[in-house]
């Protein structure tokens, strides 16, 4: 975090100031994307286990029976 925001800007350079702020203060475009991406492989990780889980239920249920 900087502080250079709460310093008392002197005449000629409060609209450059003004200017370099709003520009390093602009939303991140690829967090979203990323965040997206992560749930993704997270369903996908889960959906995985539970296919995994269900093929082993059903073998164990058929090797009982039989």
């Known amino acids: 975090m900087s502080t250079d925001v709460t ?3 002197l ?3 409060q609209a450059t100031d003004a200017r370099k702020v709003s520009e390093t203060e602009r939303p991140h475009v690829g967090e979203g994307l ?3 991406r992560g749930l993704l492989l997270m369903l996908l990780f889960y959906l995985a286990i539970g296919v995994l889980g269900w093929f082993g239920w059903n073998a164990l249920r058929h090797l009982h029976i039989h």
């Open 11 to 13: 005449d000629g350079q």
């Open 34 to 36: 990323g965040v997206f």
């Open 7 to 9: 310093k008392a800007p």
